[in-house]
């Protein structure tokens, strides 16, 4: 394969010059859900009942269908959901919650926020999913949850960890913001654990800009999440023409956390071309994974092949530095981004070192030192995550929404930085931003 000499990033010809897929998507049914809201003038749940069923309600039943699951509480966001699926299991003050080390903040910063605190669990270096002998070590007396990330383009070792649930009677949560839709034996994620949350933001494969939805099997976590998402408030069985429709007769303390009208319209038409969107990010990512096989110094991750519907949110290509002439993982992404114009990204800081993860800079009350110390990030090691961050890069799901020779351009991109690697080491091999 012949390169052109000149790398991008140094003022050479990128490799791709063709624009890249849009994100969000939407169609004219987007558009006419959305005035139909507009229009309507019920604009949220806590509305009047307008005499047909509310888009909260449609987009609750057809997620729960999805998954096969009879309940489903659509919310705010991600954050929303998770600290539902806490609130709901009762995980508080004095509690202790196992987070993957290596991933979006506000899986920590949920546990922080009811009172609880993040116990960070180091990551499996093929799958950078949480890694179940780091889990159980991580286990003790105060462990009330266990927060199971499917993360970027793979699932965690869903059967491994459903063992060791049933094992301890601790709970899972299993946070399926980057996997909507994916299946394992034919089975979607969000149905193997306790409480299933979903994060709806801009960036994910099924989005409403913000938005998020709780799914279970479990009708007391149900019932209790519906009440905790809208201030105590439940909807009534038989709502009345001009009448709200969520009724003051609930029995916790709640806060509102409802997906408006708007969202819901929104979801309810995308999550109907969500799953041939899987599949047509699969189909490029298995091309891809195929093109990148072929390269010395580059791997993808591990997929088990029971994994009958993967989801692709952030494809994630390894890299051995070795064969870069030991560039740093910051300036290969910058080459790629430049030879590719689109997003190239490390994955997530490990949370112990993560700037947006501060949980010493919060209120403390008169909480002792021994209770406090508890949340200090640093006591915390995680040495897979940290190899992840230095030696892996993300390539956003959109450009899968592109075809087979984008995949190609993609892959020579990849060999063109490595053949000209040594010219990245003039370069500044710093930080870069962290994106996701
Ligand atoms: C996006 C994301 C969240 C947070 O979702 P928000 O909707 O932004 O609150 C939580 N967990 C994971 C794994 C995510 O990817």
């Known amino acids: 394969m012949r390169h052109d000499t000149k790398l991008a990033i140094l003022g050479g010809a990128p490799i791709r010059s063709r624009p890249w897929p849009s994100w969000p998507r939407f169609d004219e049914g987007t558009e006419r859900s959305l005035l139909g809201v507009l229009r309507s003038g019920r604009w949220a749940v806590s509305g009047a009942y307008a005499g047909e069923t509310c888009w909260e309600r449609k987009f609750a039943g057809r997620f729960a269908e999805f998954h096969g699951v009879p309940y489903c509480t659509p919310t705010t966001s991600g954050t929303g959901s998770l600290t539902l699926a806490l609130l709901a299991l009762g995980v508080g003050p004095g509690d202790e919650v196992l987070v993957p080390g290596l991933t979006w903040v506000a899986c920590a910063s949920v546990v922080l926020a009811v009172g609880a605190v993040p116990i960070l669990v180091d990551v499996e270096p093929d799958t950078l999913a949480m890694s179940v002998s780091a889990a159980r070590a991580a286990l003790g007396p105060k462990t009330r949850a266990i927060m ?38 034919g089975r979607k994620v969000g149905t193997f654990g306790a409480v299933g949350c979903f994060s709806m933001q801009q960036s994910k494969v099924l989005t409403s800009g913000e938005g998020g939805a709780v799914v279970t099997r479990d009708p007391a976590i149900y019932d209790r999440v519906e009440q905790l998402r809208a201030d105590g408030r439940v909807f009534s069985d038989r709502p009345r023409l001009g009448q709200l429709e969520l009724l003051e007769v609930g029995a916790v303390q709640g806060r509102n956390m409802c997906l408006s009208e708007f969202q819901a319209a929104v979801l309810c038409d995308r999550l109907a071309v969500l799953s041939e969107e899987n599949a047509h990010r699969a189909a490029r990512a298995r091309t891809l994974e195929t093109l990148l096989g072929q390269v010395d110094g580059v791997s993808t991750l591990h997929r088990s092949s029971e994994v009958t519907a993967p989801v692709y949110y952030n494809f994630v290509i390894r890299f051995d530095l070795a064969e870069f002439q030991g560039c740093s993982i910051d300036t290969l992404a910058r080459a790629l981004g430049a030879e590719l114009d689109t997003r ?7 949370m112990n070192v993560h700037p947006l993860y501060r949980p010493l800079d919060t209120p403390r009350g008169t909480m002792p030192d021994t209770e406090w110390l508890r949340r200090d990030p640093s006591r915390f090691s995680l040495p897979a995550a940290e190899t992840a961050r230095a030696t892996c890069l993300t390539l956003t799901h959109p450009v899968f929404l592109d075809d087979d020779a984008s995949m190609d351009e993609i892959a020579r991109a990849v060999l063109k930085v490595k053949a000209c690697a040594s010219d990245l080491l003039t370069l500044p091999q710093g930080s870069t931003r962290d994106a996701f």
């Open 344 to 350: 190239v990204f490390p994955v997530y800081r490990p």
């Open 148 to 185: 199971l990330v499917h993360p970027f383009c793979t699932l965690a070792d869903v059967d491994a960890f459903v063992a060791l649930a049933a094992e301890t009677g601790i709970p899972i949560i299993e946070d399926c913001s980057q996997a909507h839709g994916a299946e394992l034996r």
